[in-house]
């Protein structure tokens, strides 16, 4: 049986917290269990466009950071109520590795009365609703899980800093994020988010000792977050860019394929979206360019993409492409 480690703390600041995930899957080897608490946030997906998914200004105004993840799915937005959780563990094939890490959270909100249920490719529901979204990534044999537990988060400010995609919202026949999300405390009135983390906290501290970060981590975790976190290049201003889009959601999830042509050719590719990388998308983008926009030739290239995005299957994005 693996042994995992359990970690929390009192740090609040979206850039350390996402630079803290990656120290921990990249640079150490143990396992961790791991809970931590964003001040107000939105939480893009590695392969988003933060302009198309942010309002920016909004953000901007209130104060909001606006921070990409190594994972892929869509953007959230967390606060001071919101009750994130991290899972770095051994990496195993052939298993349902969504369902295998919101368990342990579905049976802990069921100890408290509250009837949460997995549901979709990724979320956990109470009465249909989603209160957790979740997204993973895998690297050298392990694998990260994350996911958002919405306590009593301000869905004001949720409402107003995402941008929620037109395809999403009409394939699921409702009008906006807040139609489709609900916060965990309209079921433990009594409840603070502090008291929710500390239960959980104990219901994991079961089967894991304790972990505090050392002064060492944090130099390593703070260095993350200076040479990429922190910067305009990673947030934001990798965000894709194009003149032509396509945009369809399909059962792995929406995809956008921006791209200009160039004296018929496919230049400045890039793919962005809410479904969940195996491999680098960015790099399978760039193997797009130079090659002619003919249904033949864009065919041909795409049919690699199975190995880039979980479930995506080549003929059926050429078939709405040039549909």
Not at 70 to 89: E, F, K, M, P, S
Not at 119 to 138: E, F, H, L, P, Y
Not at 189 to 206: A, H, I, Q, R, S
Not at 256 to 261: G, L, R, W
Request: hydrophobic letters at 35%; one cysteine or more.
């Amino acid at each position: 049986m693996d042994k995992f480690l359990f970690l929390t703390h009192d740090f609040t600041d979206p850039y350390f917290n996402l630079a803290s995930e990656e120290y921990l899957l990249k640079h150490r080897k143990e396992y961790f269990i791991y809970l931590w608490i964003n001040a107000p946030a939105v939480i893009v997906g590695v392969n988003q466009n933060t302009v198309q998914e942010v309002n920016l200004d909004y953000t901007t105004s209130h104060g909001i950071k606006v921070v990409r993840r190594q994972t892929g799915g869509g953007a959230v937005y967390h606060d001071l109520n919101n009750l994130c959780y991290t899972v770095i563990a051994p990496f195993r094939e052939n298993v349902d590795n969504y369902r295998r890490f919101t368990a342990p959270v579905i049976e802990y909100l069921n100890t408290l009365g509250v009837k949460a249920e997995f549901s979709g490719r990724n979320d956990i529901v109470i009465d249909g609703k989603k209160i957790s979204g979740n997204a993973q990534t895998v690297s050298g044999g392990r694998i990260m899980h994350h996911g958002t537990l919405l306590f009593d988060t301000d869905m004001t400010a949720l409402t107003f800093a995402l941008k929620p995609n037109k395809l999403k919202t009409e394939s699921k026949g409702i009008k906006s994020v807040r139609a489709r999300v609900t916060n965990i405390k309209q079921y433990l009135p009594d409840m603070t988010v502090e008291e929710f983390k500390n239960g959980l906290k104990e219901y994991f501290k079961k089967t894991c000792e304790e972990y505090v970060l050392t002064e060492n981590d944090i130099a390593e975790i703070d260095k993350l977050v200076r040479d990429k976190y922190s910067l305009y290049e990673w947030n934001i201003g990798r965000s894709p860019k194009g003149k032509n889009l396509f945009e369809y959601k399909f059962p792995f999830g929406i995809l956008s394929f921006s791209f200009d042509t160039v004296e018929g050719k496919i230049e400045n590719a890039d793919i962005s979206g809410d479904f969940f990388s195996v491999g680098d998308i960015k790099e399978f983008a760039s193997t797009l360019d130079g090659v002619k926009f003919t249904k033949n030739d864009v065919a041909a290239a795409f049919q690699p993409i199975s190995g880039y995005i979980k479930g995506a299957n080549a003929d059926e994005i050429i078939d709405k492409l040039f549909s």
